[in-house]
């Protein structure tokens, strides 16, 4: 638990936090410091375009790179997600080739009949919305996860130390009152961000 837990924290605040924000944060001087006509309105090739303009044909290129590698970092743990759940909960079980085959077939069969039919325009429209169905679904999602996780008849399992020992050790592995109290006020603030974009889109 210990090893996986620093894992975690490792993977996601030491990398793709820092990834993220760089790159927002990248796009974002460009597009401010740019003083670039119609900037409000441009697409992921524009934000290419600019950055090897104004900073480097380099940082254009890791600009890119980055993304290439945020999007298969989020499809290979779509595809460990699938697998725990395929195998943990409804015993499940394929072969790991067939499932990523699968997994990566779901994921890349939209966006390259998008990118096909529609080109450059289709693929920034389809980035915008797969974001807000991101952001509108991620509350839904989060809820019953940290409501589960912070269950203490759920996340807790019995294990028997020794056989000749007649009762079972309990493993507890459910979020403390700290983590629980941080996780909901993290959806809190995702729920209210999503309440005024919907309120300041309705309201025009």
């Known amino acids: 638990i210990y090893h996986g837990t620093v894992d975690v924290v490792m993977s996601l605040l030491g990398f793709a936090v820092v990834i993220n924000s760089l790159?927002?944060?990248?796009?974002?001087?460009?597009?401010?410091y740019g003083n670039v006509d119609g900037?409000?309105?441009?697409?992921?090739?524009?934000?290419?375009?600019?950055?090897?303009?104004?900073v480097g044909p380099g940082a254009?290129?890791?600009?890119?790179?980055?993304?290439?590698f945020a999007g298969q970092s989020s499809s290979?743990?779509?595809?460990?997600?699938?697998?725990?759940?395929?195998?943990?909960?409804i015993r499940w079980r394929v072969s790991p080739i067939f499932r990523r085959l699968l997994t990566r077939l779901i994921a890349v069969i939209p966006s390259m009949a998008v990118a096909i039919?529609?080109?450059?325009?289709?693929?920034d429209a389809l980035l915008v919305a797969s974001q807000v169905v991101l952001s509108v679904v991620l509350p839904f999602i989060s809820f019953p996860l940290v409501?589960?996780?912070?269950?203490?008849?759920?996340?807790?399992?019995k294990e028997k130390e020794?056989?000749?020992q007649p009762e079972d050790t309990v493993?507890?592995?459910?979020?403390?009152?700290?983590?629980?109290?941080?996780?909901?006020?993290?959806?809190?603030?995702?729920v209210v961000a999503n309440v005024y974009v919907i309120v300041t889109l309705g309201s025009g």
């Open 147 to 157: 409501y589960l996780t912070s269950k203490k008849s759920i996340m807790c399992v």
């Open 117 to 123: 039919a529609l080109g450059r325009p289709g693929i």
């Open 171 to 190: 493993l507890d592995y459910s979020n403390n009152l700290i983590v629980t109290l941080l996780a909901f006020g993290i959806w809190m603030v995702i």
């Open 23 to 32: 790159i927002l944060i990248l796009a974002s001087a460009v597009f401010f």
């Open 39 to 54: 900037a409000g309105d441009a697409g992921l090739f524009d934000a290419y375009d600019l950055i090897k303009e104004l």
């Open 76 to 89: 290979i743990i779509a595809t460990v997600a699938g697998q725990a759940v395929a195998e943990g909960f």
């Open 60 to 68: 254009a290129t890791i600009f890119a790179l980055a993304l290439l």
């Open 162 to 164: 020794l056989e000749s």
